[in-house]
């Protein structure tokens, strides 16, 4: 999983703040949910990335200083020709991650609703910041493609809870989410830290923190996350189906009210 992140998170530092690093990897998550994962293109897909969430974020770069400190990273070389023709296949990249997504630049970010969780729960500062940490790791997962951004800082602060030995209550349902989706959301975070530590940001401030985690994993074997749904239903369903990117217009609708095109693109019995 971290190799596919490596762009990201080297890139980014270079140019923008943590919200930009962050919504460029979901939007990295966003496209490849949807396309087959490419080794030839995943490095352009991450440079794109970048590059529009430092537009979405307000920390606009030029897009030849980007590829400038990419080819840096590299250690390759362009000439300007061949860092033009490049500068042009980010462009058309561009577009395709922007159908991928389908122009919905709507993000929340979790630290946003962390800090608000955290004080009306009156969390501790150091436990907050602990918090902060984990969901800062939380954006190497894919968790994200999976449940709210609310419910992702309910499980940061419950793990941080967990590791300090401080006693709490979160009822889920007030923050509009379920205890599964919490659940599904630990027990992927507790399957990071235990698998990868060394390469979160956590390790490098808590480095004795690594056996915690699979004490607090323990309790858990019998927590319930979401559901898997069944194939037969994703085949049915058309959202999972495999886009055509060979169609020169498309329209595109927020949300998931998908139901309301039936009638236009399944043929009337």
Request: net charge neutral.
């Amino acid at each position: 999983m971290f190799g596919i992140y490596t762009c990201t998170l080297r890139l980014t530092p270079t140019f923008s703040p943590t919200k930009t690093l962050e919504t460029a990897m979901i939007y990295y998550q966003r496209y490849f949910l949807f396309n087959k994962f490419d080794i030839a293109i995943y490095y352009d897909i991450a440079i794109t990335s970048i590059f529009i969430a430092s537009k979405n974020e307000d920390t606009i770069k030029k897009l030849r200083d980007i590829l400038l400190v990419s080819n840096q990273i590299r250690n390759t070389f362009l000439n300007q020709d061949q860092l033009e023709l490049y500068r042009k296949k980010i462009l058309s990249l561009e577009f395709k991650l922007l159908e991928t997504i389908s122009f919905d630049f709507r993000l929340f970010h979790v630290e946003d609703f962390l800090i608000k969780i955290s004080k009306s729960l009156k969390i501790p500062k150091d436990i907050g910041y602990l918090a902060w940490l984990i969901a800062y790791d939380s954006y190497q997962t894919e968790i994200a493609l999976k449940v709210p951004p609310q419910t992702i800082a309910i499980a940061c602060i419950s793990l941080a809870t967990k590791l300090k030995d401080f006693e709490t209550t979160i009822r889920s349902e007030f923050y509009y989410t379920s205890d599964n989706s919490v659940n599904e959301a630990l027990l992927d975070l507790l399957g990071l830290y235990i698998n990868s530590y060394n390469y979160t940001g956590l390790a490098s401030i808590y480095p004795d923190f690594q056996n915690k985690f699979v004490e607090i994993r323990i309790p858990l074997s019998d927590a319930q996350g979401l559901k898997e749904q069944t194939a037969d239903l994703i085949k049915e369903d058309d959202y999972f189906k495999d886009r055509d990117f060979s169609i020169g217009e498309r329209r595109y609708m927020l949300g998931n009210q998908r139901k309301r095109l039936y009638s236009e693109i399944k043929p009337n019995n």
